[in-house]
DNA sequence: ATTAACTTTAACTAATTGGTTAAGTCAATA
DNA sequence: TATTGACTTAACCAATTAGTTAAAGTTAAT
């Protein structure tokens, strides 16, 4: 029947299935005959495509961040003031993770299991300077020039990340907390696009005098 | 030697060591064998005090909330405006959390991984309205009021709380990505104590004319 | 028709792990 | 001195799980 790409289609389905499961349930909670059941195929299948869990699980992670490092790049290297810098950081993020609400909590898991993939992994892609480093050092100097309110930019910066991820991080809580459903939870996230910019700017713009 | 109460003395031993290990690992990362062997007993006598790796992990998992639902509770219920409470709050969280970093990623992961669990627990200890509605409540009559700025209530106690926690949650992250050491930590979020106040303020407080 | 890639079936290995058991040590106490 | 409660030793069981193997069947392309 459908047996032009049988061998893409089934790794494919491997992966996706992978990814699943390791979201699920983390490295130390996927089964590898899980990943079978879920992708339609044997675990014989399974190790034929790939080596074993380690690789797997690899692949999966790797893409957890492959999406987003180059966007964040774009957006930090780009022009533009740490307003705007941030409300395309905000509106990036927040389209991202409305797509893939479980990829923080998975993401922050794996690297409390793990810390030393996570920095070997991120001190081979990003050049010498530490991450963020340009940023905050432009968040520095719109301070001193008066543009925005004095801050340690190191906690600007984790403000509005936190506002940004936490809510995803924390889904499975707040939801049963507030008896939200997903929907609801979905719609909340969009309207905070706008709404958590408004937050940031009262916080960090300096009005003018009259 | 020390066999007055020998018996407290090690109960307590393990459950420190499963504490930690149930931290380190999560339900499905830890090994009982490993918390025997930090607690310096044995399979045996672990056994012998506590039933199985649920029970043991039951214990752990409610002694994580048991410390701050109380604090939570006086302080939403107790007397003081949003932006006071919210102070109240952000202390005593921070304070909290600068003790026990760790706690937010663990129970994120283990509601994560079984939300019922969680769900149950609170259903109980919680009276009939959901939580927070009380607070929530207030924080509308005072943007009605006019004495701070409107936007989704909701939204805005997400704010507090993604800032409060989210540092912690990533700490694994954020740690390795500005090359920060513990002590450089502790001190951040000491001081964020004040600075975060600082940006909620400006963020929802109404500038007074003249 | 042949080949190579893909896929299944089904049994199996080896290691890990939660949990148990039985026999016995040791110190305090009655 | 007999008993009791805390604890150890060490072997063991049963279940789970990652991973393997071999043999056979299917499919698409050459």
New binding site residues.
């Given amino acids: 029947?459908?047996?032009?790409?049988?061998?893409?289609?089934?790794?494919d389905k491997i992966l996706a299935a992978a990814r699943s499961e390791f979201i699920r349930g983390g490295f130390n909670g996927?089964?590898?005959?899980?990943i079978a059941d879920a992708a339609?195929?044997?675990?014989?299948?399974?190790?034929?495509?790939y080596?074993?869990?380690?690789?797997?699980f690899e692949l999966v992670f790797n893409d957890a961040f492959a999406e987003f490092i180059p966007k964040l790049h774009s957006i930090f290297s780009g022009e533009g003031s740490v307003l705007e810098k941030t409300e395309q950081y905000v509106d990036a993020h927040l389209s991202l993770l409305i797509e893939k609400p479980d990829l923080p909590l998975f993401v922050l898991t794996e690297i409390h299991r793990d810390p030393e993939r996570f920095f070997e992994k991120f001190m081979n892609k990003l050049p010498g300077e530490p991450p963020f480093a340009r940023f905050l050092q432009q968040i520095a100097n719109e301070m001193r020039e008066g543009k925005i309110r004095t801050m340690n930019p190191r906690e600007l910066w984790m403000n509005v990340m936190s506002m940004t991820v936490f809510p995803f991080a924390s889904r499975p809580m707040l939801q049963r907390l507030t008896l939200m459903a997903d929907r609801e939870f979905q719609e909340l996230m969009t309207q905070r696009k706008k709404s958590m910019m408004q937050f940031i700017r009262y916080a960090i713009e300096i009005p003018v005098n009259n």
Avoid: T, V
């Fill in positions: 029947m459908d047996k032009k790409e049988p061998d893409i289609k089934s790794r996927a089964r590898m005959q899980s339609g195929i044997n675990k014989a299948l399974l190790h034929y495509y080596k074993n869990k380690e690789s797997l």
